[in-house]
């Protein structure tokens, strides 16, 4: 906790309603600009292997595409429609992008100086490199040629510029080359532009083969090869210059809530993805101006709009998953928790997670506890003749999905499956399609939810019929039910037989498949319409207990805090002298540490190996502690605009599990944690003398699965 003497002071004001003033609040695109630096710092960290480290750089590229896809689009928007400050935090949309401009041009030139001078030099070293071509021996000259002939050249189609042949419209984040040409073509016309679109079907990355390298991990980028044989695409001219460039564009959907047909609907939108407006244009930094100035006018773009890169345009590309196992982190062995660990001689296979989900719940924390559990759970059902119904909501699935997979097995197999797809989980749209189709054929009920509401609550239920009753089986997470992501985000899932988390989860299910008014649930927490409410009211709690002189104390770890009612009740609970500790990933909106307004509330946002996803809501409650898990953030449109799920802990070891590994354990992180500031700057923590040093992951995979032993 800071002191009173490093306490930032800010003139924040109590406005007369009890909201608080514009000041009191950070924007929120600029704080997930914030995230994005401490990914694209972990590219620079020597603690990560470097594999690990050309992948963050890679996650920081993908991760600033989907920024100017998204939000900076998004702002561009509102300044077309009255350069009107927004609220809570008063700036202007042209104020924004000024300051989104200046930070991400700083940013993208670390990017690639990282790249350059630290991670290809190091890579080099382990004799991984990305060659250049005056880098090419004769050999390896001959044979990018015949590449070129044989694999590239039959794909490309020049476009040139002329009156019958207007500029092109290019498609979101692909490369593209133009060229300068003298002479004059087969039809005697004296063209000296022309466009050379890199279709997507070409590899961006291109290994050498064995015997021109032996055996080294060499490669040539795309953009090279392209490059050093544009000539043969113009035969009998002269190219005179040859500059890679690429174009962001708004890739956000708009469908409106009154659509007849939500899959129809959206096929027409992803096809508009691939065109909306103009929002950035990146080009080398060895470009011509009067080249960038050609293109920034077709395009319609400021120069601070422009993004000159010394490297490929276009690093989420690259190639980084190499076998090199010295290279990357120590691999680790997914545990099955003991619950679910068949003892095959004592347990009928297909009933034994289903007797140990009646001994009581069970919990696992992935990536550290293994996703197959959930797995087995639907596979089990699926092949179980007692099992009569399966309902799932899917946010993120994959077409490959075992989730998927199981799910339609059960169908063929004569179970009722219902499936409450998401169709609009951003850029899963067209594999959430591709699901929906499958599951259908196989029999499967198919609904999309609620149109004007996402469907983000992570549930399964199972209901099986037992000795002539019926009981019901749940898991709950607070992550997708995606298998890759599970080995890389950090999620908490629920495994329970208890009967009014079940009888709650199929009213759930009844209001997103039906008609009716709000269920009235015993246990769960229900979005959008009592998990803002019953938050709200929690914190309450606490400061009433604070105002009573007794101990209070909120932590809250979620993915992003931006809810203004949220933050105010989090202010007034600091004045009031709760302890509040927040443990944050990406975007907060809330000042921490600010004299008088915040000065009890601290942020913290550990970066590292995996993804930090859970979502953790713990408040004391004079010693009768509460506990949720929750699929939803601290935002306006997890609370009021997606159907989400908050599930209690009441299982007393379980409680104990997540306080102490997944909230006082990242509160102990001392390397890889970042602390915010009053005035919205994030510091990394760092070890005082003579204290150990603390990772938060690092240490669950050393508790949990005795990495490091």
Same mark, same amino acid.
């Given at each position: 906790?800071?002191?009173?003497?490093?306490?930032?002071?800010?003139?924040?004001?109590?406005?007369? @309603?009890?909201?608080?003033?514009?000041?009191?609040?950070?924007?929120?695109?600029?704080?997930?600009?914030?995230?994005?630096?401490?990914?694209?710092?972990?590219?620079?960290?020597?603690?990560?292997?470097?594999?690990? /480290?050309?992948?963050?750089?890679?996650?920081?590229?993908?991760?600033?595409?989907?920024?100017?896809?998204?939000?900076?689009?998004? &702002?561009?928007?509102?300044?077309?429609?009255?350069?009107?400050?927004?609220?809570?935090?008063?700036?202007?949309?042209?104020?924004?992008?000024?300051?989104?401009?200046?930070?991400?041009?700083?940013?993208?030139?670390?990017?690639?100086?990282?790249?350059?001078?630290?991670i290809l030099p190091a890579l080099a070293e382990q004799d991984i490199r990305y060659l250049k071509r005056d880098e090419l021996?004769?050999?390896?000259?001959?044979?990018?040629? /015949?590449?070129?002939?044989?694999?590239?050249?039959?794909?490309?189609?020049?476009?040139? &510029?002329?009156?019958?042949?207007?500029?092109?419209?290019?498609?979101?984040?692909?490369?593209?080359?133009?060229?300068?040409?003298?002479?004059?073509?087969?039809?005697?016309?004296?063209?000296?532009?022309?466009?050379?679109?890199?279709?997507?079907?070409?590899?961006?990355?291109?290994?050498?083969?064995?015997?021109?390298?032996?055996?080294?991990?060499?490669?040539?980028?795309?953009?090279?090869?392209?490059?050093?044989?544009?000539?043969?695409?113009?035969?009998?001219?002269?190219?005179?210059?040859?500059?890679?460039?690429?174009?962001?564009?708004?890739?956000?959907?708009?469908?409106?809530?009154?659509?007849?047909?939500?899959?129809?609907?959206?096929?027409?939108?992803?096809?508009?993805?691939?065109?909306?407006?103009?929002?950035?244009?990146?080009?080398?930094?060895?470009?011509?101006?009067?080249?960038?100035?050609?293109?920034?006018?077709?395009?319609?773009?400021?120069?601070?709009?422009?993004?000159?890169?010394?490297?490929?345009?276009?690093?989420? /590309?690259?190639?980084?998953?190499?076998?090199?196992?010295?290279?990357?982190?120590?691999?680790?062995?997914?545990?099955?928790?003991?619950?679910?660990? /068949? @003892?095959?001689?004592?347990?009928?296979?297909?009933?034994?997670?289903?007797?140990?989900?009646?001994?009581?719940?069970?919990?696992?924390?992935?990536?550290?506890?293994?996703?197959?559990?959930?797995?087995?759970?639907?596979?089990?059902?699926?092949?179980?003749?007692?099992?009569?119904?399966?309902?799932?909501?899917?946010?993120?699935?994959?077409?490959?999905?075992?989730?998927?997979?199981?799910?339609?097995?059960?169908?063929?197999?004569?179970?009722?499956?219902?499936?409450?797809?998401?169709?609009?989980?951003?850029?899963?749209?067209?594999?959430?399609?591709?699901?929906?189709?499958?599951?259908?054929?196989?029999?499967?009920?198919?609904?999309?939810?609620?149109?004007?509401?996402?469907?983000?609550?992570?549930?399964?239920?199972?209901?099986?019929?037992? @000795?002539?009753?019926?009981?019901?089986?749940?898991?709950?997470?607070?992550?997708?039910?995606?298998?890759?992501?599970?080995k890389v985000y950090t999620d908490y899932g629920l495994f329970t037989a208890d009967t009014d988390i079940s009888e709650d989860?199929?009213?759930?299910?009844?209001?997103?498949?039906?008609?009716?008014?709000?269920?009235?649930?015993?246990?769960?927490?229900?979005?959008?319409?009592?998990?803002? @409410?019953?938050?709200?009211?929690?914190?309450?709690?606490?400061?009433?207990?604070?105002?009573?002189?007794?101990?209070?104390?909120?932590?809250?770890?979620?993915?992003?805090?931006?809810?203004?009612?949220?933050?105010?009740?989090?202010?007034?609970?600091?004045?009031?002298?709760?302890?509040?500790?927040?443990?944050?990933?990406?975007?907060?909106?809330?000042?921490?540490?600010?004299?008088?307004?915040?000065?009890?509330?601290?942020?913290?946002?550990?970066?590292?190996?995996?993804?930090?996803?859970?979502?953790?809501?713990?408040?004391?409650?004079?010693?009768?502690?509460?506990?949720?898990?929750?699929?939803?953030?601290?935002?306006?449109?997890?609370?009021?605009?997606?159907?989400?799920?908050?599930?209690?802990?009441?299982?007393?070891?379980?409680?104990?599990?997540?306080?102490?590994?997944?909230?006082?354990?990242?509160?102990?992180?001392?390397?890889?944690?970042?602390?915010?500031?009053?005035?919205?700057?994030?510091?990394?923590?760092?070890?005082?003398?003579?204290?150990?040093v603390h990772i938060a992951q690092d240490y669950l995979l050393k508790v949990i699965n005795r990495v490091g032993e």
């Amino acid at each position: 906790m800071a002191t009173a003497n490093n306490l930032t002071k800010i003139a924040w004001q109590r406005l007369e @309603d009890g909201t608080y003033s514009p000041n009191s609040y950070i924007h929120r695109d600029l704080s997930l600009l914030g995230f994005h630096l401490r990914v694209l710092a972990q590219a620079a960290s020597p603690r990560h292997p470097l594999l690990e /480290r050309l992948f963050f750089l890679i996650i920081f590229s993908s991760n600033m595409d989907e920024f100017f896809e998204i939000r900076v689009a998004g &702002i561009m928007q509102k300044l077309s429609l009255g350069n009107v400050a927004d609220t809570p935090h008063g700036m202007r949309p042209s104020e924004v992008l000024d300051e989104i401009s200046a930070i991400t041009h700083k940013a993208i030139a670390e990017q690639y100086r990282i790249l350059n001078e630290d991670i290809l030099p190091a890579l080099a070293e382990q004799d991984i490199r990305y060659l250049k071509r005056d880098e090419l021996n004769a050999a390896q000259s001959a044979w990018m040629k /015949r590449y070129f002939i044989e694999q590239v050249s039959p794909v490309l189609t020049p476009i040139s &510029i002329d009156p019958a042949h207007p500029f092109p419209r290019l498609v979101n984040k692909s490369l593209n080359f133009i060229a300068t040409l003298e002479g004059k073509d087969a039809f005697g016309r004296d063209i000296n532009l022309a466009i050379v679109p890199a279709p997507r079907s070409l590899p961006r990355v291109i290994r050498l083969p064995d015997e021109l390298t032996g055996g080294k991990e060499h490669h040539v980028m795309l953009s090279a090869i392209i490059h050093e044989h544009i000539g043969e695409l113009f035969p009998g001219m002269n190219v005179t210059g040859c500059h890679q460039f690429r174009l962001t564009r708004n890739a956000d959907l708009d469908l409106a809530d009154d659509v007849d047909d939500i899959a129809k609907a959206l096929e027409g939108e992803l096809e508009n993805r691939r065109f909306g407006d103009k929002v950035r244009l990146e080009v080398t930094t060895d470009c011509p101006t009067p080249i960038s100035d050609y293109l920034l006018n077709e395009f319609e773009l400021h120069n601070n709009q422009l993004y000159r890169v010394n490297g490929p345009v276009n690093l989420t /590309r690259l190639l980084f998953d190499f076998n090199l196992p010295d290279l990357r982190y120590q691999p680790f062995t997914r545990i099955v928790p003991k619950a679910f660990r /068949r @003892d095959i001689d004592k347990l009928d296979k297909t009933t034994s997670m289903f007797a140990a989900m009646r001994k009581g719940d069970v919990l696992v924390h992935h990536p550290f506890d293994s996703f197959t559990p959930v797995v087995n759970l639907l596979w089990q059902a699926a092949n179980d003749p007692k099992v009569l119904a399966i309902k799932q909501t899917l946010y993120r699935s994959g077409t490959n999905s075992e989730i998927v997979k199981a799910l339609a097995a059960a169908a063929r197999n004569g179970k009722e499956v219902t499936a409450v797809i998401e169709l609009r989980a951003r850029f899963d749209e067209a594999s959430n399609l591709a699901v929906a189709n499958f599951l259908q054929e196989a029999g499967a009920v198919v609904v999309y939810g609620i149109v004007g509401y996402k469907t983000h609550a992570k549930l399964m239920l199972i209901v099986r019929r037992e @000795d002539d009753r019926i009981r019901r089986y749940v898991h709950l997470g607070t992550g997708n039910y995606h298998a890759a992501n599970a080995k890389v985000y950090t999620d908490y899932g629920l495994f329970t037989a208890d009967t009014d988390i079940s009888e709650d989860v199929h009213k759930i299910f009844q209001e997103l498949t039906g008609m009716g008014k709000p269920a009235n649930l015993k246990k769960l927490l229900h979005a959008p319409f009592t998990l803002h @409410d019953k938050l709200i009211s929690f914190i309450e709690d606490e400061i009433a207990h604070a105002k009573a002189g007794k101990h209070a104390h909120i932590i809250l770890k979620v993915n992003a805090l931006t809810e203004r009612r949220l933050i105010d009740k989090l202010y007034d609970a600091s004045q009031a002298g709760v302890k509040v500790e927040l443990i944050l990933r990406s975007i907060c909106c809330l000042r921490p540490q600010v004299k008088g307004l915040s000065e009890n509330i601290t942020v913290r946002s550990v970066i590292g190996r995996f993804l930090e996803h859970t979502r953790v809501y713990y408040f004391y409650n004079n010693g009768d502690e509460r506990m949720y898990c929750a699929s939803a953030d601290a935002m306006d449109r997890n609370l009021f605009h997606r159907v989400e799920v908050a599930f209690p802990i009441e299982d007393k070891g379980l409680f104990k599990q997540i306080y102490h590994d997944g909230l006082l354990n990242y509160l102990k992180d001392n390397t890889q944690s970042w602390a915010l500031d009053g005035k919205g700057d994030w510091q990394q923590n760092k070890p005082a003398v003579n204290e150990p040093v603390h990772i938060a992951q690092d240490y669950l995979l050393k508790v949990i699965n005795r990495v490091g032993e």
